[in-house]
């Protein structure tokens, strides 16, 4: 028999009302706001009044660096969550919204895989409840308060060379990364060169994953550092005096959502930033919601744990003052081939001299995250192609590393083949193992900040900037902005900023090509090498063969 395919599982699921999922976290049903029968945002009244409650064990599930052989970050993190509720534990799960771009794309969704997913899937890949178009709106409507501004008399004196906030759209779209706006006379406007970055590089995306309240939403949002003047002092979204009319658009958006996994466990699904091109984690608000309304909170961070575990570390529980308690590392036999060099085609055939030349890059990835003082387990995501001598391999490397390595079904099983993963992780949680901090001080240097993300986490030899670059950072900490976290933007694919270049590699140079201050967000953004802030679409991209069966359900999802 055929194996069903994500979306027909997901399609064949027996949803219970999102009323019955907020009953058992507690949220009375006057508290949640309904988007049709199965899923609904969680009330800020409701929230506001968790204040003083316990924190439930924050467990974070982080990966070794993506490859074609996939590794089921998100998969896990649902499995593992599904898992921790067969075995008796008051578990929810905490993960991000999926962007249009990579689900027309290449990447896919983010609702996870096989029997570990949250639905309704096709919704949550798509529209689902509008946040990502609420984040577009609100940004854009900043940009074009900006240049009204400039048009009708510029009041701030604005050099329109120095604007640098620039415009999102969620979707791939290589031919918008540099634009000139306002061409075809005076009644447009003055023309200057700008661009569009993807909306979950935008910084009211990562605003509204920080923000404590929408009072604090608004704080942040007139932070915006938007443009210079002509005597180079900064201009803000308050100086323009977007931040309320922002503020409105975005408040329905900073309730978190909440679904549920195909075994009917609840999941809060908020916000969505990359991780590799901004700071790739679900928000503040959901996760200190569901630390309230469980014992046990499973999220995750995105892409491998050099971009997604180090920034959840150092800028969401930095900032949030969030202490997880154990780390999963996901990984994959057929990940571990190909860091070994096995071509794609080729990871069928049994080859355990491979994986075990490609586990240094699961062992990098594990001495990170032990790095940040957080106990960790390898999860095994079985393929089905996996030899027992190939499992064995990776066990044993694992075990060198100081850690155990556990084999989990989940994809086909559900979270009834993650329960020893569950069990471990239990153990690790309530072990009062974790001893966290961050990599680096507050007080630290922003140079000297990006040089240690770059030469402790990704094992670089050196990092270089130009003089411009480096004059840049220091005039920010002239100005104030010293104390901000790094955030650094870089490829998925590797420890270095060469994507081709796969396994543990040492002594490799990162290059800063460019910063960007994101003082409402609270960091400083670093693009390194060839990083682009606006992908664009592979050659065959998923949108050629998404479309409507004649039962009018999606096909070509995944």
């Not at 534990?89 to 997913?117: D, H, T, V, W």
């Amino acid at each position: 028999m055929a194996t069903k395919t994500d979306i027909e599982i997901a399609r064949a699921a027996t949803k219970l009302p999102i009323q019955d999922i907020g009953a058992r976290l507690g949220i009375p049903a006057a508290d949640l706001l309904p988007y049709g029968h199965d899923k609904a945002k969680v009330g800020q009244d409701f929230i506001r009044g968790l204040d003083g409650r316990e924190d439930g064990k924050l467990i974070l599930v982080t990966a070794i660096n993506p490859t074609p052989a996939g590794e089921g970050k998100t998969t896990t993190t649902v499995g593992l969550g599904d898992a921790l509720n067969r075995i008796g534990k008051n578990a929810a799960i905490c993960i991000r919204e999926a962007s249009l771009g990579p689900n027309f794309g290449m990447k896919g969704g983010a609702a996870g895989g096989g029997y570990a997913q949250i639905v309704p899937m096709e919704e949550m890949n798509l529209h689902f409840t509008g946040d990502f178009h609420a984040i577009t709106s609100a940004h854009n409507l900043l940009s074009a308060m900006i240049d009204n501004h400039i048009h009708w008399g510029n009041e701030q004196d604005i050099d329109t060379r120095r604007v640098t906030w620039r415009r999102v759209m969620d979707m791939n779209d290589r031919a918008l990364r540099d634009v000139v706006v306002s061409l075809g006379g005076p009644a447009n406007g003055f023309p200057r060169q700008t661009g569009f970055d993807i909306t979950v590089a935008s910084e009211v995306m990562a605003i509204l994953c920080l923000a404590d309240d929408l009072a604090d939403l608004q704080a942040r949002l007139g932070r915006i550092v938007v443009a210079y003047r002509r005597d180079k002092t900064p201009v803000t979204c308050a100086d323009i005096g977007a931040d309320g009319a922002m503020t409105v658009l975005l408040r329905d958006a900073m309730q978190p959502n909440l679904v549920q996994t195909l075994e009917n466990n609840p999941a809060f699904v908020h916000g969505g930033p990359f991780a590799n091109i901004a700071h790739g984690c679900n928000s503040v608000i959901a996760t200190r919601t569901a630390l309230k309304l469980a014992d046990f909170v499973v999220t995750e961070a995105g892409f491998g744990a050099d971009l997604g575990a180090e920034k959840f570390f150092d800028i969401k529980c930095r900032k949030a003052g969030l202490k997880p308690a154990a780390s999963v590392v996901v990984a994959t036999v057929r990940a571990m081939k190909m860091n070994g060099g096995v071509a794609k085609e080729d990871l069928g055939a049994e080859n355990v001299a491979a994986v075990r030349a490609g586990c240094p890059n699961l062992g990098r990835h594990i001495a990170n995250v032990k790095g940040f003082g957080v106990p960790v387990v390898v999860a095994i995501n079985h393929f089905a192609g996996d030899t027992e001598a190939e499992v064995d391999a990776v066990r044993a490397y694992v075990a060198d590393q100081g850690a155990e390595a556990i084999l989990c079904t989940h994809w086909a099983d559900g979270g009834a083949g993650a329960e020893e993963l569950a069990r471990k992780v239990v153990a690790l949680a309530e072990g009062g193992q974790a001893n966290f901090a961050p990599l680096y001080p507050d007080d630290m240097g922003l140079m000297d900040k990006i040089e240690t993300v770059a030469k402790r986490i990704y094992h670089a030899g050196e990092v270089t900037a130009d003089p411009a670059v480096r004059a840049q950072l220091a005039a920010w900490e002239e100005a104030g902005y010293g104390d901000l976290p790094v955030c650094m933007a870089k490829t998925q694919y590797s420890f270095s900023t060469d994507p081709a270049l796969r396994g543990a590699p040492e002594g490799h140079v990162v290059p800063v090509r460019e910063v960007r201050l994101s003082a409402g967000a609270g960091f400083v953004v670093a693009i390194c090498g060839e990083i682009m802030t606006m992908p664009g679409l592979p050659r065959h991209p998923a949108a050629e063969t998404i479309r409507l069966d004649a039962g009018g359900n999606v096909e070509g999802l995944f």
